[in-house]
Nanobody, 118 residues
């Protein structure tokens, strides 16, 4: 059974930095891609960053230049490093893993709260 566990969220001042972690219960190479999404109250869940099995990355325009997605294969963990945080970054951040060939199955973590406020 696939399990994703996020950690690293918390309260940070504007301009600060955070590193979020997503630990998977199996090798991350069993997934086609992994990524980070976020959702603020009353808003739709939106893409933040993705990382494919082959190492390609993609970032939403809203975080490009401020976010870095990376992985530690030995620890089955994907990270999201964010800097120059803004109040608009406040949201619950979710780890995502996609698996499948012709039909893709998405797995989600429980989420970790990030609050950017002075």
């Amino acid at each position: 059974q696939v399990q994703l566990v996020e950690s690293g969220g918390g309260l940070v001042q504007p301009g600060g930095s955070l590193r979020l972690s997503c630990a998977a219960s199996r090798s991350i190479f069993t997934f086609n891609a992994m990524g980070w999404y976020r959702q603020a109250p009353g808003k739709q869940r939106e893409l933040v960053a993705t990382l494919t099995k082959g190492g390609s990355t993609h970032y939403a325009d809203s975080v490009k230049g401020r976010a870095t997605i990376s992985r530690d294969n030995a620890e089955n963990t994907v990270y999201l490093q964010m800097k120059s945080l803004k109040p608009e970054d406040t949201a619950v951040y979710y780890c995502n893993a996609a698996m499948g060939i012709y039909v893709t199955t998405n797995y989600w973590g429980q989420g970790t709260q990030v609050t950017v406020s002075s």
